[in-house]
């Protein structure tokens, strides 16, 4: 149901435009009859066209296309209605009409049987490839071609003013009538809100129809003037589509939700514009072989075949073409993305991995942690112990270093492997930094591969995840060293330091350097070897940042290597709350 405000507009203007021309119908044949059937007939298109693109706003893109369609056809029949009411009421030539004029008018149908054609009423596959520019060029042409080869040649080539109006009048009625069935097809097999839609337009259509041929058979008997009955039908017309308009708005018609069937997707409009350019061959033949036209009518006909057969040719191979381009970037993201998902899966399955050698190492940690406790305890007591020697002391004191060692480097372990979610505090980064280095510097013994962490004893506190700056900057750390070990030795340089309202951290190694530095941050872009590298790493690591308010960077050095720099904002007035990973020394080798 539409609205009370919509029902009382549209009763205002059937009352205005039905009643106006109405009104004409009782004036008798004059300039006051034709100035009042040439203006409603100019304005009422214009109303149509606001009431259509009033529904060329939805999320629809087809449904937009729809309604702009029409309102296109609509206002080319404007632009020929106001060519024929300047040559009415400026010029007094009635009813000649340039031929230009009369094309455009023919023309009108092009656009409406084009929005039939998108089919906006089904929600299908197809979408983006049905009802294209091409496609509705190729309609236009053969439309083109069709008034060319009928009508034409009997306004230029071989002047018959009766025979010109009689096969214009024909054109355009077939062109109506399959308007009307194109129509009425959509209106029976159309679902929900979009039925009564395609119902009005229908209506519409059938009384424009009623009074075209009303008005031709008033003009061969020479009783028709402009504003008489058959401009009132024209009128109701309009009105009637504008109608349709407001209530498509109230309506707010979607598309079935049940997807179109493989068989329906199956291009049929654009196979048959292309098997149209091939059956232009025929009239071509008929009017060589067998017309009883002027030899000029026939040759000009000829002409107009083969240029036809010609401009056709070229939008199908221009389609083709489009449609081939199209298809091969589909495939080559369809491989992408197989090759993307087949990376993920290895993915989660090494992240299942981890996740068990992560439960694994915590549960390891916490064995580990009740011997460390007693070792812990018996060197407390066998440095206390009055009777024990110098010696002993001093071996007690050893014992409880490494022993305090041990739990440290198990501790930042545990943080490394434990999940938990992401719960930001103020934290000290050096104690991080120290954490993270001293994990990835276990494996490095036997390697010409050193780790400098560069420092200030003070830093500015910053707020974030303790759990996922560990995993930030071991990232980074394992990615230098990877890259260091293939080149045989190295130097990784961490240098820490603020710089205005921010924390920043460089690692600076002296490898290889890297290839594309502006695509590491790329989901699944990696420079490894298949089998150890995934290219999620730095990508997530980049989200972290992202998540804390940061930012990370990545470039070559001019001579060797390259250099990675995260940046944190410093909590200038805060000071770190107790360090979350305890202080360890940095063994580094």
Not at 331 to 337: D, G
Not at 368 to 395: C, H, V
Not at 403 to 411: I, Q
Request: hydrophobic share 45%.
């Amino acid at each position: 149901m539409i609205s009370s405000r919509s029902s009382k507009a549209i009763l205002a203007a059937w009352v205005f435009f039905v009643g106006g021309a109405a009104v004409s119908l009782l004036l008798q044949p004059g300039p006051a009859k034709s100035v009042c059937g040439d203006l409603l007939l100019c304005l009422v298109p214009l109303f149509a066209n606001a009431c259509l693109l009033w529904n060329a706003v939805t999320r629809y893109r087809r449904s937009n296309a729809f309604w702009r369609l029409i309102a296109l056809a609509c206002s080319m029949w404007l632009g020929a209605q106001l060519t024929r009411t300047y040559f009415d009421l400026v010029l007094h030539i009635s009813p000649a009409l340039p031929l230009l004029a009369h094309i455009v008018i023919f023309l009108h149908l092009v656009p409406f049987l084009a929005a039939l054609v998108l089919r906006p009423h089904v929600r299908g596959i197809g979408e983006s490839m049905r009802g294209g520019r091409i496609d509705f060029s190729l309609l236009a042409w053969l439309f083109l071609y069709a008034y060319v080869f009928l009508a034409v040649p009997w306004r230029l080539i071989s002047p018959n003013e009766a025979l010109f109006e009689a096969r214009n009048f024909q054109l355009y009625a077939a062109a109506n009538v399959m308007l009307l069935v194109a129509l009425g097809f959509a209106a029976i097999h159309a679902r929900g809100k979009w039925r009564p839609v395609y119902a009005h337009l229908f209506g519409a259509s059938a009384v424009y129809l009623a009074g075209l041929t009303l008005g031709q058979e008033m003009a061969w008997r020479g009783t028709f003037h402009t504003g008489g009955f058959a401009d009132l039908l024209k009128v109701v017309s309009f009105v009637w589509i504008a109608t349709a308009g407001v209530i498509a708005h109230q309506l707010s018609p979607s598309p079935d939700p049940v997807a179109e069937s493989s068989g329906d997707d199956s291009q049929w409009q654009s196979n048959l514009g292309m098997f149209g350019v091939l059956l232009t061959v025929f009239p071509g033949a008929w009017s060589l072989v067998y017309s009883d036209a002027p030899i000029a009518v026939r040759v000009f006909r000829a002409l107009a075949t083969l240029g036809a057969m010609a401009g056709g040719a070229a939008l199908v191979f221009l389609r083709q073409h489009r449609v081939d381009r199209e298809r091969l970037r589909l495939v080559q993201e369809l491989k992408s993305s197989l090759e993307n998902t087949k990376r993920l899966q290895s993915q989660l399955m090494h992240n299942e991995k981890l996740a068990s050698l992560g439960q694994l190492a915590a549960g390891a940690a916490h064995e580990i942690n009740n011997p460390l406790t007693a070792i812990l305890g018996y060197s407390d007591l066998l440095i206390e112990e009055s009777t024990a020697g110098e010696r002993a002391r001093g071996l007690g004191e050893k014992i409880r270093e490494q022993a305090r060692r041990t739990r440290d480097l198990v501790t930042n372990l545990s943080s490394f492997a434990r999940r938990v979610p992401a719960e930001k505090q103020l934290l000290d980064l050096n104690t991080v930094l120290s954490g993270a280095v001293q994990l990835r510097t276990l494996d490095l013994r036997g390697k010409n591969i050193r780790i400098e962490l560069k420092s200030p004893s003070v830093l500015p506190a910053v707020r974030g995840d303790p759990n996922q700056l560990l995993q930030v900057i071991y990232h980074i750390i394992s990615n230098a060293v990877d890259a260091m070990e293939n080149a045989g030795a190295g130097v990784l340089t961490i240098r820490a330091m603020r710089e205005k309202s921010n924390v920043a951290v460089e690692f600076s190694d002296d490898g290889p350097g890297i290839r594309e530095p502006e695509r590491v941050f790329d989901p699944f872009y990696t420079t490894k070897p298949v089998g150890k590298g995934t290219g999620l790493g730095l990508s997530i690591c980049y989200g972290i940042l992202q998540e804390h308010g940061g930012q990370i960077t990545c470039k070559n050095r001019p001579d060797r290597g390259c250099t990675f720099r995260i940046e944190l904002p410093a909590m200038l007035n805060f000071s770190p709350e107790a360090q979350v990973l305890p202080p360890v020394a940095t063994h580094a080798r």
